[in-house]
C-alpha cells in the first residue's frame, strides 16, 4: 500500500470520527456537561486527523510533480 492510499484511508476515517462527534453533539440533549466531553472530543479530534491527512497529501501531490 503507497502513501497515498494510506492518506486516503486515513481522511475518510477522520472525517467520519469528526463528523460522528458532531451529529452526537447536535442529537444530545444531556443533563450535565461531562455528557458531552467525549463527542466533543470526536469532533475535535476527527478535525484535527482531516487537517493533517490534508496536508500530508497535498505534499504527496506536490513531490509527484
Known amino acids: 500500500m ?6 486516503l484511508i486515513g481522511l475518510i476515517g477522520s472525517l467520519i470520527v469528526c463528523l460522528f462527534g458532531v451529529y452526537r453533539l447536535i442529537t444530545e440533549t444531556p443533563s450535565t456537561v461531562s455528557l458531552l466531553i467525549i463527542p466533543i472530543v470526536f469532533a475535535v479530534t476527527g478535525f484535527i ?3 493533517g491527512n490534508l496536508i500530508t497529501l497535498k505534499k504527496l501531490n506536490k513531490d509527484a510533480y
Open 49 to 51: 486527523g482531516v487537517i
Open 2 to 7: 503507497n502513501k497515498k492510499t494510506k492518506g
